[in-house]
């Protein structure tokens, strides 16, 4: 079977691209070009121990963890929404989760759907 490559679509809709140069407001493109080369060399020390942390803590399986992310994304973000008043409280019940299934996930991560399945599972299996 031909695997074809799917571009994933952020419902943040953040760009899932490599961004282009970007200077912040405010910054005049001198001092933005003064301190790029140190910018980019602490957001790549930071960016790799991250991800090295993450390799590690989930056993090297990295697809796992983007799979929990997404999910405690989604709670994350309903748990805001109600701070805001846009969702109703739950003062005596358990709050109910946000929708969140292996289409939506593999919707948004790229991650294909039955490789989201399994990923489920396992994680339902690790508790």
Do not use: W
Not at 42 to 52: A, D, E, I, P, V
């Amino acid at each position: 079977m031909l695997r074809t490559h799917r571009t994933p679509r952020d419902r943040a809709a953040f760009p899932t691209e490599l961004p282009q140069m970007h200077i912040p407001a405010g910054v005049s493109p001198t001092v933005y070009a003064q301190h790029r080369d140190l910018l980019s060399v602490l957001m790549l020390r930071f960016m790799t121990s991250r991800l090295r942390a993450m390799y590690q803590a989930y056993d090297g399986d990295l697809t796992l963890c983007l799979v929990l992310g997404e999910i405690a994304s989604r709670n994350t973000e309903r748990h805001f929404d109600e701070r805001r008043g846009y969702q109703p409280q739950y003062e005596h019940q358990p709050k109910p989760l946000l929708p969140c299934n292996a289409l939506s996930i593999s919707d948004v991560t790229g991650i294909p759907r039955e490789t989201v399945r399994r990923k489920l599972a396992k994680l339902l299996a690790l508790g």
